[in-house]
């Protein structure tokens, strides 16, 4: 559908109380004779059947394909209004004006009015989406890691009808789970340890047809994007080439090296081992000291060997308790005259793990509630003991164990090659740092600050702009948004599941790899209807631009939070469409406008910014320009008008794909056009980040650090931009906020570009 070809309707509800809020009929005049809408319909209830069949019949007869409602929130009965062959535009009446202001006021009646003017100029400024479809899309799936959980993946894979290639570094499948004797239980009763299922599932995997399994293998290089991944692999040397159209991360965990807990007698004594040595010993029977072969009768469990702790690994592993647990039982059951001491700061054994608990009670096992302070080389325990409130002694140890955590497999060792740090994040697009550099082992830094690093080289050798590594959160794990979006890392179609994304023992390593899988099969899928993926999953729009005016300035390649643009020689952007996330950002750091999509684009935002009218200063009647996220800070302003929270009718509201979609002179123009002030609103920024697209908001708030030189061109106050990070949960804040910030615009008075 062109523009020339466009047939529009508008569809003004009456419901939930909007037409009390405001006349429809004078918003009628507004879409058909101020905006030369070729019809408006008016109805009670969009929403129930006779209203849907109402705009149904518009489209069935030809009358109509392009559609404005407005009713309640865009983020309502998305189901309902949808229509076949219709593309949808929503105005919110209801949450943003009949719920938040008085009904018949002046003002509620040109807020309103004001929404069907933007929503209408939205409709004539974008285009239907022509999806990316170019295939042919390879359907494949990549699991690198061949322990329990990218076994379980790639058995999970193939189950649901999908080829696998699974590639494994060492010369055999299993992991760490190959030698563990026994696991902690995850099946009624809850209460004695389970056999390890990890020689059926390696046997599985062998025999299946779909999976395709190299040892000795690793990845040296990937390229391309979701659906066409191009795979370079290295085995025993030889190098292979592969297509496959998603890839499942497995790569696993490492114990934290115990040589650095000297303090806790490792080294000083061949009888203070760690769990992992311990699961060695329980496979014999009978847990012997190593000192002199004599069987162990007393044996003390440290926990948190070196977790917890800012000098070593900073988080807790969560596994380590139950675990021990699980180790001190089958010491009881192989030797029914051992004694076990559990020490510990804090037990975890959360849900069904308590059972456990109790049940190692029952068993003998002695738990002890304190600190360790160090081992002796006689074995001997200092414990600041919390309930006794003393420091106390454990004496006449055989045997100390140490349980140490997880550290995420984030990169792999490759004998005869050097080390490459890998950044605990993105380099800051805006540091002087080339982003290329951490490839060349040169210092990273974001905001002037060194930026950790964790050694060895890259997992799957990326041939991206950001560099060869996956992205990842703090301490080393890979995820995308941890609270949203598990699974997902930064890079579109590649999923991390298993302990390389947070800690988890087998019962949860194993749900994660089917998580994992579910996500790449949905990638897989939606990928070949040209359908974004997360977190717009659906959206049919990607970023196109105009070459013509790109003045190579390299900002959309540089900011992109997804990796999904890369540079030709000459140094162009050239754009990935399945790694596209479909978030703005390109189309934010854009300084002269060339990247859009069909239905979203930096020209569509400002003729809706101009399409408000904005009485002169003799009315008192400012106007201030709100761009909300649509993840965040709409929602919550929707959640105040659900609340009936009164908030200034002052504010026009325009949802933004993401803060960081937003260029600066979306601001600008609004000033210019007579606006007293623009509130931005993002997520939370920062490392425990809530911002859907990763950096968006923190993109936008150093963009807008630059405001002050237009607001001085321009002879304004700086006080008129403000950028506020806006939780979905801040609903009873906004209004106060608004309040607040009108407050300050009544103080520095009118914008004087007003009725310029």
Same mark, same amino acid.
Request: aromatic share 6%; with cysteine.
């Given at each position: ?75 309502m009965h998305q189901d309902k209004f949808r229509f076949d062959g219709v593309q949808v535009v929503r105005a919110n009446l209801r949450e943003q004006v009949a719920w938040t202001q008085p009904a018949g006021d002046e003002n509620t009646e040109m807020l309103a009015a004001d929404y069907i003017r933007m929503a209408i100029t939205e409709a004539r400024k974008i285009k239907v989406p022509v999806p990316y479809t170019e295939g042919p899309f390879n359907e494949r799936i990549l699991v690198v890691g061949g322990g329990l959980t990218g076994l379980t993946a790639a058995r999970e894979a193939s189950k649901c009808g999908y080829p696998v290639l699974l590639v494994e570094q060492s010369g055999k499948l299993g992991g760490h789970a190959l030698n563990l004797t026994k696991l902690v239980p995850h099946h009624a009763p809850y209460r004695e340890p389970e056999a390890n299922p990890i020689a059926k599932l390696v046997a599985a995997v062998e025999a299946d047809s779909r999976i395709e399994v190299r040892l000795d293998t690793r990845v040296t290089k990937t390229s391309g994007m979701p659906g066409k991944f191009e795979i370079e692999l290295s085995q025993n040397g030889a190098a292979a080439a592969e297509t496959v159209g998603a890839i499942v991360l497995a790569t696993g965990w490492t114990p934290y090296d115990a040589s650095k807990l000297t303090h806790l007698g490792y080294g000083a004594s061949l009888d203070v081992v760690t769990s992992v040595a311990l699961e060695e010993m329980l496979a ?51 030797? +029914? ?63 100390? *164990? ?96 298993? +302990? *390389? ?155 933004? $794909? ?19 002030? *623009? ?40 006080? $008129? ?36």
């Amino acid at each position: 559908m062109t523009a020339t070809e466009k047939k529009l309707g508008v569809y003004l509800c009456g419901g939930c109380g909007i037409a009390e809020a405001a006349s429809l009929d004078a918003l009628e005049k507004v879409a058909v004779k101020e905006f030369k809408a070729p019809f408006c319909k008016k109805h009670d209830y969009l929403c129930g059947e006779e209203g849907l069949k109402l705009i149904r019949d518009d489209a069935a007869a030809g009358t109509m394909n392009q559609a404005v409602i407005a009713a309640c929130s865009p983020r309502m009965h998305q189901d309902k209004f949808r229509f076949d062959g219709v593309q949808v535009v929503r105005a919110n009446l209801r949450e943003q004006v009949a719920w938040t202001q008085p009904a018949g006021d002046e003002n509620t009646e040109m807020l309103a009015a004001d929404y069907i003017r933007m929503a209408i100029t939205e409709a004539r400024k974008i285009k239907v989406p022509v999806p990316y479809t170019e295939g042919p899309f390879n359907e494949r799936i990549l699991v690198v890691g061949g322990g329990l959980t990218g076994l379980t993946a790639a058995r999970e894979a193939s189950k649901c009808g999908y080829p696998v290639l699974l590639v494994e570094q060492s010369g055999k499948l299993g992991g760490h789970a190959l030698n563990l004797t026994k696991l902690v239980p995850h099946h009624a009763p809850y209460r004695e340890p389970e056999a390890n299922p990890i020689a059926k599932l390696v046997a599985a995997v062998e025999a299946d047809s779909r999976i395709e399994v190299r040892l000795d293998t690793r990845v040296t290089k990937t390229s391309g994007m979701p659906g066409k991944f191009e795979i370079e692999l290295s085995q025993n040397g030889a190098a292979a080439a592969e297509t496959v159209g998603a890839i499942v991360l497995a790569t696993g965990w490492t114990p934290y090296d115990a040589s650095k807990l000297t303090h806790l007698g490792y080294g000083a004594s061949l009888d203070v081992v760690t769990s992992v040595a311990l699961e060695e010993m329980l496979a014999k029977g009978q847990v012997r000291r190593k000192s002199n072969g004599l069987p162990a009768k007393v044996t003390a469990f440290v926990q948190c060997a070196g977790s917890r702790d800012p000098d070593h690994l900073p988080y807790c592993s969560s596994t380590c308790c139950t675990a021990s647990i699980r180790q001190a039982l089958q010491i009881v059951e192989n030797d +029914p005259e051992a004694m076990v001491y559990i020490v510990f700061d804090e037990l975890r054994t959360p849900g069904v793990a308590e059972e456990f608990y109790r049940q190692a009670q029952t068993k003998g096992v002695i738990f002890i509630k304190g600190k360790v302070k160090n081992v002796g080389k006689d074995l001997t325990v200092t414990v600041d003991d919390a309930l006794l409130r003393e420091e106390i002694q454990l004496t006449g140890l055989d045997l100390v *164990v140490l349980a140490t955590g997880m550290v995420p497999n984030a990169t792999v060792a490759v004998p005869g090659t050097e080390d490459v740090p890998l950044p605990d994040r993105d380099i800051d697009p805006l540091s002087p740092v080339p982003v290329a550099g951490y490839a060349n082992g040169a210092p990273a830094k974001a905001n002037g600050q060194p930026l950790v690093t964790y050694k060895g080289q890259p997992i799957l050798n990326l041939q991206y702009r950001q560099g060869p590594h996956l992205p990842i959160l703090a301490d080393g794990f890979m995820d995308s948004h941890f609270i949203c979006f598990p699974y997902e890392t930064r890079r579109t179609g590649i999923y991390a599941c298993g +302990p *390389v994304r947070r800690p988890m023992d087998v019962g949860e390593a194993t749900e994660d790899a089917m998580g994992a899988v579910l996500k790449a099969i949905q990638a897989l899928r939606n990928i070949t209807e040209g359908r974004a993926l997360h977190p717009r999953s659906g959206d049919l729009s990607f970023p196109r631009v105009n070459l013509n005016a790109c003045t190579k300035c390299r900002r959309c390649t540089v900011e992109c939070p997804f990796g999904a643009i890369d540079e030709t020689p000459e140094g162009y952007p050239i754009f990935n469409p399945t790694r596209c996330r479909r978030c703005g950002t390109c189309m934010g750091a854009c300084p002269v406008r060339t990247i859009s999509f069909d239905n979203y684009s930096v020209e569509m935002m400002t003729s809706m910014i101009k399409a408000v009218e904005v009485p002169d200063e003799t009315e008192e009647k400012p106007r201030v320009l709100v761009l909300a996220c649509q993840n965040d800070a709409y929602p919550a302003l929707d959640m105040a008008g659900i609340q009936r929270s009164p908030i200034s009718p002052y504010i026009r509201v325009i949802p933004v $794909r993401c803060l960081g979609s937003v260029s600066l002179l979306c601001v600008s123009d609004a000033l210019s056009s007579g606006y007293d002030g *623009v509130m931005m609103m993002g997520c939370k920024s920062g490392d425990d980040y809530q911002c859907h697209f990763v950096r968006g908001s923190a993109m936008a708030q150093e963009r807008m650090m630059k405001v002050g030189e237009t607001l001085k061109s321009m002879m304004l106050e700086t006080e $008129r931009v403000v950028t506020h990070e806006i939780s979905i949960n801040d609903a009873s804040r906004l209004p106060g906020l608004i309040g607040s910030y009108m407050e300050t615009i009544d103080s520095i008075g009118p914008n004087p570009f007003k009725g310029m």
